[in-house]
């Protein structure tokens, strides 16, 4: 199949497309002038210039394809409008261009995110069918794109995929978690709280299991590892992949968010979004970030294959083998 995908340069989307062309699919990437080609340099793929944000050369990136996997998006931004701009409208455009020029597409994809369901509110975790209260403006710009990939529903087979915190191979914001703790350090907020969180390979094969599958149709899935970890419980696991005793130091929300009104003053003083804001703060405060992937289990027939113990000494062995660490 011709396949086209947005996001292959980044750390999901350039596993994705490694996928597509395992499969032995043509695949075709919308990127922008200046984007780093690094993960994408020796593959062969077919590149489209343009960009989400103007519409420049959609009809081009879309015409010919099977599918369409859209995984372009913001994960920080300097503000509400910034994420909703690209994660929202830039959705909505490259669908109503689809729309247009290509409306016997077989498969839309959307990667979305577990942060436009929002968390547990306790320790029952979140289904596809809940009401959704995402908590975050990053949240609220993804949820408002799946209501606009849902809207097309009835014109084009569309697929949302929500994952949880992605960590593996080429990711940076998990990574800090590893770097800290090679160095000898770990951070905890509270106690007990509870997540679920999915390793990258698992997060590609779940997906390109829900794109094959006809019941997938329309409908939404949480795609994650098996079982809910509490932050212990994954400290544990990166220092024993590290193969080093960390102490481990515990931080007040209050303290948290008195660093990140610094962090944020700094983010504005360069006009660049910071990790450590906020809002992030709030995210990563929740006492259960977790969802539950019986529907993907038993509509996909999914099963998750990488262990996730496995999978954090792969992304450790990674980190350590390209200089990371």
Same mark, same amino acid.
């Given at each position: 199949?011709?396949?086209?995908?947005?996001?292959?340069?980044?750390?999901?989307?350039?596993?994705?497309?490694?996928?597509?062309?395992?499969?032995?699919?043509?695949?075709?990437?919308?990127?922008?002038?200046?984007?780093?080609?690094?993960?994408?340099?020796?593959?062969?793929?077919?590149?489209?210039?343009?960009?989400?944000?103007?519409?420049?050369?959609?009809?081009?990136?879309?015409?010919?394809?099977?599918?369409?996997?859209?995984?372009?998006?913001?994960?920080?931004?300097?503000?509400?409008?910034?994420?909703?701009? !690209?994660?929202?409208?830039? @959705? %909505? *455009?490259?669908?109503? =261009?689809?729309?247009?020029? #290509?409306?016997? /597409?077989?498969?839309?994809?959307?990667?979305?995110?577990?942060?436009?369901?929002?968390?547990?509110?306790?320790?029952?975790?979140?289904?596809?069918?809940?009401?959704?209260?995402?908590?975050?403006?990053?949240?609220?710009?993804?949820?408002?794109?799946?209501?606009?990939?849902?809207?097309?529903?009835?014109?084009?087979?569309?697929?949302?995929?929500?994952?949880?915190?992605?960590?593996?191979?080429?990711?940076?914001?998990?990574? !800090?978690?590893?770097?800290? @703790? %090679? *160095?000898?350090?770990? =951070?905890?907020?509270?106690? #007990?709280?509870? /997540?679920?969180?999915?390793?990258?390979?698992?997060?590609?094969?779940?997906?390109?299991?829900?794109?094959?599958?006809?019941?997938?149709?329309?409908?939404?899935?949480?795609?994650?590892?098996?079982?809910?970890?509490?932050?212990?419980?994954?400290?544990?696991?990166?220092?024993?992949?590290?193969?080093?005793?960390?102490?481990?130091?515990?931080?007040?929300?209050?303290?948290?968010?008195?660093?990140?009104?610094?962090?944020?003053?700094?983010?504005?003083?360069?006009?660049?979004?910071?990790?450590?804001?906020?809002?992030?703060?709030?995210?990563?405060?929740?006492?259960?970030?977790?969802?539950?992937?019986?529907?993907?289990?038993?509509?996909?027939?999914?099963?998750?294959?990488?262990?996730?113990?496995?999978?954090?000494?792969?992304?450790?062995?990674?980190?350590?083998?390209?200089?990371?660490?």
């Amino acid at each position: 199949m011709t396949i086209a995908v947005t996001g292959a340069t980044g750390f999901i989307g350039s596993h994705l497309v490694e996928a597509l062309l395992q499969r032995g699919n043509r695949v075709v990437c919308l990127i922008r002038k200046t984007s780093n080609l690094r993960w994408l340099r020796n593959l062969n793929l077919e590149f489209v210039y343009g960009d989400l944000r103007n519409g420049e050369n959609l009809e081009q990136f879309v015409s010919e394809a099977d599918q369409i996997f859209h995984l372009a998006g913001l994960t920080k931004a300097r503000g509400e409008t910034e994420y909703f701009a !690209v994660n929202t409208l830039s @959705t %909505q *455009r490259l669908l109503k =261009v689809i729309e247009k020029v #290509n409306p016997n /597409l077989q498969r839309f994809v959307f990667l979305s995110s577990a942060a436009a369901a929002g968390p547990s509110p306790n320790s029952i975790p979140v289904r596809e069918s809940d009401p959704v209260a995402p908590i975050t403006s990053y949240g609220r710009s993804k949820a408002e794109a799946e209501k606009i990939v849902l809207s097309f529903s009835s014109k084009l087979p569309v697929t949302i995929i929500r994952p949880p915190a992605v960590y593996g191979p080429r990711d940076r914001d998990v990574y !800090v978690y590893f770097k800290w @703790t %090679q *160095r000898g350090v770990q =951070v905890l907020i509270g106690k #007990n709280r509870q /997540l679920s969180l999915v390793f990258v390979k698992n997060l590609v094969q779940g997906t390109l299991a829900a794109a094959e599958h006809s019941a997938a149709i329309g409908e939404i899935f949480f795609i994650t590892d098996d079982g809910i970890f509490t932050w212990e419980y994954l400290n544990e696991l990166i220092a024993r992949a590290l193969g080093v005793r960390p102490i481990c130091l515990h931080f007040s929300e209050s303290l948290l968010n008195v660093m990140a009104v610094f962090a944020e003053a700094y983010g504005k003083i360069i006009r660049k979004p910071i990790l450590l804001n906020r809002e992030k703060i709030r995210d990563i405060s929740q006492r259960y970030w977790i969802c539950d992937n019986s529907k993907a289990r038993q509509v996909l027939g999914f099963i998750p294959p990488h262990p996730t113990a496995k999978a954090i000494q792969e992304t450790a062995d990674w980190y350590r083998k390209h200089g990371w660490l």
